[in-house]
């Protein structure tokens, strides 16, 4: 039994009853993913190659239940065991890092964390430990907490996770965009 989230290295996931390998990078790969918001950097992209082979041979197949819809769904499963927290939580604490560098770089310097040998589970931690730091007053504490970890409007609003882009008619459209490649024998 592993004690808290994966560190780097290969990480086994289940999908559809196929065992596949996720090879989770340094934490500053991972931070920088969450960021920028690159969620298939994630799933297929951290995948061993004939894994991410099978996946996105099931994502070009446009008659397989596997869809980027579906990926995403799995990402979100899959950011506690990589970040920690919920996805949209590391994006935030990533995404402020990056844009305030210099302030919590020093913050980590302080107290001796070096962010390129942390995981990408130790850096989001101190990115939160950071901005709690800052928190003068319990209700500062509270704002923070829901600023950082509440789900994004549209996933409060239905309960399903639809990233932008992925909205039935988006979907369909990529199914016939697929299905007319797969006819033509083209790959892009």
């Known amino acids: 039994m592993r004690f808290g989230p994966a560190s780097p290295g290969p ?19 991972l931070a920088g993913i ?20 099978h996946v996105i041979d099931r994502l070009r197949d446009p008659y397989d239940p596997m869809t980027w819809h579906a990926v995403f769904r799995i990402v979100l499963g899959l950011a506690p065991e990589l970040y920690g927290v919920e996805w949209w939580a590391a994006q935030r604490l990533c995404g402020l890092a990056q844009e305030r560098w210099r302030d919590w770089s020093a913050w ?13 589970h130790r850096i989001v931690s101190s990115v ?23 789900p994004p409007p549209e996933m409060r609003r239905t309960q399903t996770a639809v990233p932008r882009g992925f909205g039935p008619a988006e979907m369909e459209a ?15």
């Open 34 to 53: 969450a960021a920028s918001g690159q969620w298939p950097q994630i799933l297929p992209g951290l995948l061993a190659g004939p894994d991410r082979d």
């Open 174 to 188: 990529q199914a016939r965009q697929i299905a007319a490649m797969a006819a033509d024998g083209t790959d892009e």
């Open 11 to 29: 990480l086994p996931i289940t999908v559809d009853d196929i065992a596949l390998t996720l090879h989770v990078p340094d934490g500053r790969t």
């Open 108 to 120: 980590c310097a302080r107290r001796g964390l070096d962010p390129d040998t942390a995981s990408g």
């Open 128 to 150: 939160w430990a950071w901005i709690t730091d800052g928190a003068q007053e319990e209700k500062d504490l509270h704002r923070a907490e829901r600023a950082i970890f509440d």
